[in-house]
């Protein structure tokens, strides 16, 4: 009866472990956040300086740890930033426990 409940609770303990780091993986690469740009122009990879609206990135959230940002890129066209505005501020986002972010 001892060797089943181990088992058990093994099995339990491994599946849980396994969920963690499922949504780790899935679900945290897919949020994007809005960071207006206020400074000066910056040259593009044509070699055009041009003055970006904002910056558009993608973070992960794992547990209370800060968020990490693996991507951003600079949104020159002010059409295109209207979508973006809508998304939480970059700088008010706190990670929690279920990979989301609590807004401010």
Known sequence: MGKIRRCVYLLGVIILILCIF???IEAGWSAQCWRKHNSGSIQ???GEFKRP???LC???CMLWFPPVFPY???IFDL???RHFTS???CYE???NETFSFIGP
Do not use: K
């Open 53 to 55: 609206i904002g910056i």
């Open 87 to 89: 998304f939480p501020d």
């Open 93 to 95: 986002i706190r990670c």
């Open 44 to 46: 593009t990879p044509d």
């Open 58 to 60: 993608t973070y992960r």
């Open 72 to 74: 951003c890129e600079f």
């Open 79 to 81: 059409r295109l930033s």
């Open 22 to 24: 499922l949504e780790a």
